[in-house]
Nanobody, 121 residues
Framework: QVQLVESGGGLVQAGGSLRLSCAAS????????LGWFRQAPGKEREFVAS????????YYADSVKGRFTIARDNAKNTVYLQMNSLKPEDTADYYC??????????????WGQGTQVTVSS
């Protein structure tokens, strides 16, 4: 069992930055892949970024590549999503997930409650 708690969301102007954090507790955090997903109002939840258990490999959705960076600190049981050059279309609830590395929702067994990100134009 893994419990995930996101933080760091908020309101930011277009072009600005935010860093999301996801604190994990429970089973061995360092052995799981981690991901970030997002869900905008009226839309399905979509993949944003993923990182392997070791942190050696990362994978991004095309829509955020070059702007967002996923990283993890296994000593702190925390995964981060640094979001730069934010756009209004990045507005969504952002969810942390734990499971296997990849972009499919079905790869992840555990989910956080989400943190809201709003980007104003």
């Amino acid at each position: 069992q893994v419990q995930l708690v996101e933080s760091g969301g908020g309101l930011v102007q277009a072009g600005g930055s935010l860093r999301l954090s996801c604190a994990a507790s429970g089973r061995a955090f360092s052995s799981v892949g981690l991901g970030w997903f997002r869900q905008a109002p009226g839309k399905e939840r979509e993949f944003v970024a993923s990182i392997t258990w070791s942190g050696s490999s990362t994978y991004y959705a095309d829509s955020v590549k070059g702007r967002f960076t996923i990283a993890r600190d296994n000593a702190k049981n925390t995964v981060y999503l640094q979001m730069n050059s934010l756009k209004p279309e990045d507005t969504a609830d952002y969810y942390c997930a734990a499971g296997h590395y990849g972009s499919r929702r079905s790869s992840y067994n555990y989910w956080g409650q989400g943190t809201q990100v709003t980007v104003s134009s």
